[in-house]
C-alpha cells in the first residue's frame, strides 16, 4: 500500500453523528496500520457540536428553538468551542498519522490552514491566518476580521482526526444560534458573502467544488500524494460503501 498518499473521498450531505462514527472507526484501523491516510470531504445537516471543554453558555438559542428547527446540539472529543455546520458549509475531516508523515500537532495545524487560504484564493477571497485564533480569516489583521474556516483536531494514538469547516454559501444567519469558538461578537464571513453575492442559497454543489480544491491543496501542504475520485466524478454512494469496507477490516 502507498502510505504517501491520501485518499480522498466525496461523500456528499451526511449527518453528523453517522460521520463521526465513520471518523473514529478509521482512526482505529489507521492506528492499528490496516488503512492509509483519509480524507472525508462532505457537507451536514444543521448541527452545533461542542468541544470536549467548550462551554455550553456560548450557545446562544433556547432549546426550544434548536428542537422546533431541527438542530442537534451534541459534545465530541475535539478541541474548540462550539461550532455550527450546516448546508453549505464545506466540511473536511483528514484521518492522518502523524508521525508516519513526520509531522507534529503545530505543522499539521498549519497546513490545514495554508489549505483553507488557498481554497478561498481560488474562488477570488483572500484570507488566512489570525494569531491566537485557529481557523481562517478574512482580514485577519484588519479592523473587522471575519472568520471563514474553523478547525479542530483530536489526536489518538498518533492519528490525527476532527478537521475544518470552510463557509462557502452557507447561511450566516444560523451563526446567530451561537457564540462562534466561543467568541462574543465574532463575524462570521463566506465565499459567497466575501464575493458580494449575498443572497446566495446554500448549494451542495458549491461545496463540493470547494472540497476538489481544498483536496489538492492539502495534500500540496502534506507534500502527499492523493487518490480518490474527487467531485464531479465521485459517487457518494460508492465512496461511502469503500469506507464502511475499511472499517470492517480485522485489526491486524
Not at 448546508?87 to 489549505?115: F, N, S, T
Not at 489570525?130 to 473587522?144: A, I, K, N, S, T
Not at 476580521?145 to 492519528?159: D, F, Q, W, Y
Not at 459567497?192 to 492539502?218: I, K, M, Q, Y
Amino acid at each position: 500500500m502507498d502510505r504517501e498518499a491520501i485518499t480522498a473521498r466525496w461523500l456528499g450531505r451526511v449527518s453528523y453523528r453517522d460521520t463521526w462514527d465513520l471518523q473514529k472507526g478509521l482512526a482505529h484501523a489507521r492506528a492499528q496500520g490496516t488503512i492509509g491516510d483519509q480524507l472525508l470531504l462532505l457537507e451536514h445537516p444543521a448541527v452545533l457540536t461542542l468541544g470536549r471543554r467548550a462551554d455550553e453558555l456560548h450557545v446562544l438559542a433556547p432549546p426550544a428553538l434548536l428542537e422546533a428547527r431541527g438542530v442537534e446540539v451534541i459534545r465530541v472529543e475535539r478541541g474548540g468551542e462550539v461550532t455550527y455546520h450546516g448546508p453549505g458549509q464545506l466540511v473536511a475531516y483528514p484521518i492522518v498519522h502523524l508521525a508516519d508523515r513526520d509531522l507534529l500537532l503545530r505543522p499539521y495545524v498549519r497546513a490545514l490552514e495554508a489549505a483553507l487560504s488557498d481554497t478561498c484564493a481560488v474562488f477570488g477571497v483572500i484570507a488566512g491566518r489570525r494569531d491566537g485564533h485557529p481557523g481562517c480569516w478574512v482580514d485577519p489583521d484588519g479592523p473587522l476580521p471575519r472568520k471563514i474556516g474553523a478547525l479542530g483536531i483530536r489526536v489518538e494514538r498518533g492519528v490525527a482526526y476532527h478537521g475544518i469547516a470552510l463557509n462557502v454559501n452557507v447561511d450566516l444567519r444560523d451563526f446567530e444560534l451561537i457564540d462562534p469558538c466561543g467568541m462574543p461578537g465574532l463575524t462570521s464571513a463566506s465565499i459567497a458573502t466575501e464575493r458580494g453575492r449575498r443572497n446566495e442559497p446554500p448549494s451542495t454543489d458549491a461545496v463540493a467544488e470547494a472540497a476538489a480544491v481544498f483536496a489538492r491543496a492539502l495534500a500540496r501542504h502534506l507534500r502527499a500524494g492523493m487518490r480518490g475520485s474527487l467531485p464531479p466524478d465521485a459517487d457518494p454512494s460508492t465512496e461511502r460503501a469503500a469506507l464502511d469496507r475499511l472499517v470492517a477490516v480485522p485489526a491486524a
